[in-house]
């Protein structure tokens, strides 16, 4: 599995864009980028994935460079209630055994007045 | 939709005794999963249930038992409580076993003294 690097902490400033990047230098063909979050004490969130693409939803953007090595996360207008732990994961199409999930350290967005 | 739901929130169990943590989800998903998450190893799958009537171990089995009861809820029992299993555990589902887009209930804070 590839390994990913995220940088252990940032700010916002609270109604400005979040841009949590995340390196995966190794990423084979076959494997997509997923992000989660996890607020203090809540169980993980999915927020998105994506596997060549610009994928958006309603909660964020995921931009990866052309040669998939590296991907970035945007919370176009960040809040307080998007300060939490986010983490990337790299994870390849089904194995033919259980879809585990392993979160890395992530990286602790803190979203400021 | 309430999502995943688990019960109890928190639990307190003396070495030895037994419990059983509930997971519900109302998503219509065929996938369940019990996770352990203990302060800097990331999460640990436990069981895993790829669809009703199936159950599978994962990375960390021993001192656990699970059921699927039916389409909607998967249950974790602990037959013989060790402090070892002091830990949050979450519950989580996915439409299918080969998905990584996995939604996570609240937590099981569970105390073994």
């Known amino acids: 599995d590839a390994k990913t690097t995220q940088p252990p902490s940032m700010d916002c400033a609270e109604g400005r864009a979040a841009n949590l990047p995340c390196n995966h230098s190794t990423i084979s063909g076959n494997e997509y980028v997923y992000w989660y979050r996890q607020i203090h004490s809540q169980g993980p969130q999915y927020i998105i994935h994506g596997l060549k693409n610009n994928e958006t939803n309603e909660m964020a953007s995921l931009i990866i460079t052309e040669d998939r090595k590296s991907s970035t996360l945007i919370l176009p207008h960040a809040t307080l209630r998007d300060t939490a732990v986010y983490y990337c994961?790299?994870?390849?199409?089904?194995?033919?055994?259980?879809?585990?999930?392993?979160f890395g350290t992530g990286t602790r967005l803190q979203v400021t007045l | 939709n309430a999502g995943v739901t688990q019960t109890p929130k928190f639990q307190v169990l003396k070495t030895g005794q037994s419990m059983t943590l509930q997971c519900a989800q109302d998503m219509n998903h065929n996938s369940m999963y019990w996770y352990r998450q203990d302060p800097g190893m990331g999460l640990r799958l436990i069981y895993y249930s790829a669809s009703e009537g199936t159950t599978d171990k994962g990375e960390v089995p021993n001192g656990y038992n699970v059921s699927r009861l039916n389409k909607r809820e998967f249950s974790l029992r602990l037959e013989s409580a060790a402090p070892s299993q002091t830990s949050v555990y979450f519950c989580?589902?996915?439409?299918?076993?080969?998905?990584?887009?996995?939604?996570f209930g609240p937590g099981t804070r569970l105390t073994v003294t």
């Open positions: 989580a589902s996915s439409a299918t076993e080969r998905s990584y887009e996995q939604y």
């Open positions: 994961i790299v994870r390849p199409f089904y194995t033919g055994t259980a879809s585990k999930l392993t």
